[in-house]
């Protein structure tokens, strides 16, 4: 028996003990083997059988198949990530971004507290493709998203607006900071040995917009559209 990721459960967590154990009655998305060996998902219900005695004297187990339902839920799964997500570098897309900045936008405008959008692009991006093959265009994406990555915070936001230029948003009311973190992108490109294979020399040339919140909409604004 295995959680419903495959991972064989431990002693502790084996739901039929835990129902002998205590009593009480659980719910619990497993993967055991079918005839052919291979893991089947399925919706586990235990509920301990308890008589007036006291301790529990057995457990009723209801199997059903989740297959079907797991299937559903991966599809929409992916489908999600195929509409939120760039298929070349896996970093948010345009329609993601769309959606999420008018959220944090509406948010700072609420709360009245300073925010920032950072935009990257390649330089010499067609250069690169018209001299090396998209290939090499493919390989400096990747590795400007790597580099953002290792950049920003796990609350900031960052997305692939479109070839080769990357918008991140942030929660930041100190422009020292902001400027920082933009020396930060622009220092670890030389880093990038995929790029430089690709290309002899290419550099990430950034921009910030980091007013007020009202300021920052029009900015923005003006900038994607």
Known sequence: MADEHGYA????????????????????????????????????????????????QGVAIIVRDASRQVTLEERVQTLHEQATRDPLTQIANRSEFDRVHTQFLQR??????????????????????????????????????????QCIRSDDFACRYGGDEFFILLD?????????RIAKLREMVPAASAAERAAEKWGMTTSAAARSADDFSKRVTSTIR
């Not at 925010?115 to 990747?142: M, R, S, V």
């Not at 930041?172 to 920082?180: F, G, H, S, T, V």
């Open 9 to 56: 459960l431990r002693d502790q967590d084996c739901p039929l003990q835990n129902a002998v154990q205590n009593g009480v009655q659980s719910f619990r998305r497993l993967a055991i083997g079918n005839r052919f060996g291979e893991p089947t998902r399925v919706d586990v219900q235990l509920v301990p059988i308890i008589d007036c005695q006291g301790p529990p």
């Open 108 to 149: 700072h405008l609420e709360s009245h507290f300073p925010c920032a959008l950072i935009i990257c692009d390649i330089d010499h991006f067609k250069q690169i493709n018209d001299t090396y093959g998209h290939q090499a265009g493919d390989e400096a994406l990747h590795d400007a998203v790597t580099i953002i990555r």
């Open 172 to 180: 930041i009311d100190n422009r020292p900071l902001l400027e920082r």
